[in-house]
């Protein structure tokens, strides 16, 4: 079956650090990979995405790659801002796009 | 493009009542809508998927007769929570998919619902 594990948080940062967040899949077939942030009392927002592998995804300093043989696609930025202070969610699709699989999110928290 | 809104952004009601939340595509024909439910701190749990003109497809353990979903076209869907109870306050978020867009759903910006 399809499924997300992703790296379970909370996640707390001093400003201008490096950010990794893992995220792992099981999938039958070819799905695509996507970031999504979702900030304090909104909805989400796509970040990234890589719709095949090798792919890298990037977005406002965030980068993740689309890793077949490890069934990976790890979100990181260099530097993070106090601004990225956001749940980040990692998902998949399938091929129609009509079953999207979420993992369980990462809170992040920057601190000045 | 591909923008969805939801309407209300939040509601408060009293116990008893039925609400219901509409999602719209804005720029787009959404050939399919989704209903997700948010606990705090929480994942996205998909409730329902419609496509326009048939019947909803609801996941297991989700309420047919609690949770009426109405895809009257290719722009909009409602959800209705009926008698509501303290605990349906949730955070509700719908998407869409598109003809055009590939595996992506878009994502409405959400609908917290207090029930008192």
């Known amino acids: 079956g399809n499924s997300v594990t992703q790296m379970e948080g909370p996640v707390t940062l001093s400003e201008e650090a490096f950010l990794t967040i893992n995220c792992t899949y099981t999938?039958?077939?070819?799905?695509?990979l996507f970031w999504y942030v979702q900030y304090p009392g909104e909805g989400l927002q796509l970040l990234l995405k890589a719709t095949k592998a090798d792919d890298k995804g990037s977005n406002k300093g965030f980068e993740a790659t689309y890793r077949k043989e490890t069934t990976s696609f790890h979100l990181e930025k260099g530097s993070v801002q106090v601004s990225d202070s956001a749940v980040y969610f990692c998902a998949l699709s399938t091929i129609t796009g009509n079953q999207f699989y979420f993992g369980t999110g990462t809170s992040l928290t920057v601190i000045p | 493009g591909a923008v969805v809104s939801q309407h209300p952004s939040w509601v408060i009601c009293k116990s008893g009542t039925s609400v219901k939340i509409e999602c719209r595509s804005l720029d787009f024909q959404a050939t399919t809508m989704f209903w997700y439910r948010q606990f705090p701190k929480q994942s996205l749990m998909l409730m329902a998927t419609?496509?326009?003109?048939?019947?909803?497809?609801?996941e297991q353990g989700v309420e047919k007769d609690k949770f009426l979903i109405n895809h009257a076209s290719l722009t909009l869907s409602t959800l209705t929570v009926t008698s509501a109870h303290p605990e349906d306050s949730s955070f509700y978020i719908c998407?869409?998919?598109?003809?055009?867009?590939?595996?992506?759903?878009?994502f409405g910006p959400g609908t917290r619902l207090t029930v008192l």
């Open positions: 419609s496509n326009e003109g048939s019947k909803a497809t609801y």
């Open positions: 998407s869409a998919t598109a003809e055009s867009s590939y595996n992506e759903q878009f």
């Open positions: 999938a039958t077939g070819y799905p695509s």
